[in-house]
Structure formats: C-alpha cells, structure tokens
C-alpha cells in the first residue's frame, strides 16, 4: 500500500503563496495520475488538480484556473501544488491522492474523489483576509 504523505501548510495572507508537496512511497509512483483535493469545514472534498501519470496534462477546478499549478517529480516520488493569489475561500485541509488505475492520459470530466484510492493525510492551509 502506497503511502502518501503532504507538506508545505499553512497560514497565509490574502493574495499570498504556498507550495504543498506530497512524497509518495513505493516504486509505481510514476505509473499513476495524482491529484489534489481539498475540504473545508462543513463542506464535501472537491477536486482542485490532476496531472496525468506521464506529467503530459494537467487539469483544474475552475475556482483555481490561472492561481494554481500542479506538477510532479517521477524521479522524487513527489507531486506539488503551487498555490498563488491565495483568497480566504481556499481556506481547507488539502489531501493528495493516487488514481486507482494507472496510465490513464487524460479526463473528459472532472476526476472525482472515487477516481482515486490512495490518500494523504492531509495538510491545513488558512488563508487569512
């Protein structure tokens, strides 16, 4: 069983930057999209990113579109998510997640927290106003 584990939380201002990173355990890392999700108090876990297993496409939820990068090292076992123009309404725990199946290329919709079957522990980020 692959172990997940994030880092790089924490508190921010309003309009700053973070950059969360997930060390992943185990030799398959290379073979399986990642992704990161993120929940808040009170709310369901939503998508927020996914880079394909090859590193080739990524995709986001629209509320992050333009503000937030996902991208991976096969070589470190590793998948970040640099954060920019932070707003208060990012405010959640973030988790990162392995895909279930492995080389897929590419999503027609919006992955979905099921589409993954390993998880991260998670990491907090607070952005303040």
């Known amino acids: 069983q692959v172990q997940l584990v994030e880092s790089g939380g924490g508190l921010v201002q309003a309009g700053g930057s973070l950059r969360l990173s997930c060390a992943a355990s185990?030799?398959?890392?290379?073979?399986?999209?990642m992704g990161w999700f993120r929940q808040a108090p009170g709310k369901e876990r939503e998508f927020v990113a996914v880079?394909?297993?090859?590193?080739?496409?990524?995709y986001y939820a629209d509320s992050v579109k333009g503000r937030f990068t996902i991208s991976r090292d096969n070589a470190k076992n590793t998948v970040y998510l640099q954060m920019n123009s932070l707003k208060p309404e990012d405010t959640a725990v973030y988790f990162c997640?392995?895909?279930?199946?492995?080389?897929?290329?590419?999503?027609?919709?919006?992955?979905?927290?099921?589409?993954?079957?390993?998880w991260g522990q998670g990491t907090q980020v607070t952005v303040s106003s």
């Open positions: 880079i394909t297993w090859s590193g080739g496409n990524t």
């Open positions: 997640a392995k895909e279930s199946q492995a080389f897929v290329d590419s999503w027609s919709r919006n992955p979905r927290a099921r589409d993954f079957g390993s």
């Open positions: 185990g030799r398959t890392f290379g073979f399986y999209g």
